[in-house]
T-cell receptor
């Protein structure tokens, strides 16, 4: 079964440093999402792409976070500078249909620890 | 009021019994509903999707949707220790997919 690929699995960084996460969605999935999940909470959408275009980044802290999907396939999420409160699981997901009509398929996630 | 509300638990159920997980939502325009299972330290995995009122069964899992009352539930029959996990309810439609905080389920042998 096709999977969403994410890397790295774990990342430890010091505050004020830059960090980047990579995601490759399931082939043919035009919609790609980045979620952040804090321990004990549900995933929260950071940014949604339809092909290479951003369709929702209303919850993305744009002063420190950036995301891109240049060729409409794989995507990178960057944090600069990292803060202690950014420690969380960062999940990438993809779906066949946009918005909330189609189930999401998640990657394994990146566990970020900021010290 | 949160868009999707779940009891955070923990919910403890003896092995072999029926586990019942509930979720309420605030947006009457929501059209699609999903249940995800998440083991500790892992990413969510889809176990059920439901789009119309009534019941939908898949193996030991049954999802129930009542749009008039704005709730969706998940029943797990013959609960197994491997069912111990956090269960996330999510709603979607024209708006983005929104997750509840999850219910932690423990199946006791």
């Amino acid at each position: 079964e096709a999977e969403v690929a994410q890397s790295p699995r774990y990342k430890i960084t010091e505050k004020s440093q830059a960090v980047a996460f990579w995601c490759d969605p399931i082939s043919g999935h035009a919609t790609l999402y980045w979620y952040r999940q804090i321990l004990g909470q549900g995933p929260e959408l950071l940014v949604q792409f339809q092909d290479e275009s951003v369709v929702d980044d209303s919850q993305l802290p744009k002063d420190r976070f950036s995301a891109e999907r240049l060729k409409g396939v794989d995507s990178t999420l960057k944090i600069q500078p990292a803060e202690l409160g950014d420690s969380a699981m960062y999940l990438c997901a993809s779906s066949l249909a946009p918005q909330g009509y189609s189930p999401l398929h998640f990657g394994n996630g990146t566990r970020l620890t900021v010290t | 009021q949160k868009e999707v509300e779940q009891n955070s638990g923990p919910l403890s159920v003896p092995e072999g019994a029926i586990a019942s997980l509930n979720c309420t939502y605030s947006d009457r325009g929501s059209q699609s509903f999903f249940w995800y299972r998440q083991y500790s330290g892992k990413s969510p995995e889809l176990i059920m999707s439901i789009y119309s009122n009534g019941d939908k069964e898949d193996g030991r899992f049954t999802a129930q949707l009542n749009k008039a009352s704005q709730y969706v539930s998940l029943l797990i029959r013959d609960s197994q220790p491997s069912d111990s996990a956090t269960y996330l309810c999510a709603k979607g439609g024209a708006q983005k997919l929104v997750f509840g905080q999850g219910t932690r389920l423990t199946i006791n042998p």
